[in-house]
């Protein structure tokens, strides 16, 4: 079992930035591919970002490539998202994710998640 905390979330003008971390409880976090998602009012779950228990595998969705950066410290059981650049578009509640088989893109493959952190960006 893994339990997963997430902070930073907070209101920021459209070309900030912020970094969102996520904090797991257990001694496996290092056994598992993360995830990182956000889904706004009306819309369904969207797939932001994932890293590999290694570190060695990266995907991002389009939408956030190049502005965003996921990393993960396996020693801290954490995993952040670094934000730049951000748009209005961006506004939504972030979550992190655990998945213990296999880097994925689909919330239904990730069997643990947070409760979330508002991120809204004012334009």
């Known amino acids: 079992q893994v339990q997963l905390v997430e902070s930073g979330g907070g209101l920021v003008q459209a070309g900030g930035s912020l970094r969102l971390s996520c904090a797991a409880s257990g001694r496996t976090f290092s056994n598992y591919h993360m995830g990182w998602f956000r889904q706004a009012p009306g819309k369904q779950r969207e797939f932001v970002a994932a890293?590999?228990?290694?570190?060695?595998?990266?995907y991002y969705a389009d939408s956030v490539k190049g502005r965003f950066t996921i990393s993960r410290d396996n020693a801290k059981n954490t995993v952040d998202l670094q934000m730049n650049s951000l748009k209005p578009e961006d506004t939504a509640v972030y979550y992190c994710?655990?998945?213990?088989?296999?880097?994925?893109?689909?919330?239904?493959?990730?069997?643990?998640w947070g409760q979330g952190t508002q991120v809204t960006v004012s334009s």
């Open positions: 994710a655990a998945n213990p088989r296999t880097i994925a893109n689909m919330f239904g493959e990730y069997d643990y």
């Open positions: 890293i590999s228990w290694s570190g060695r595998s990266i």
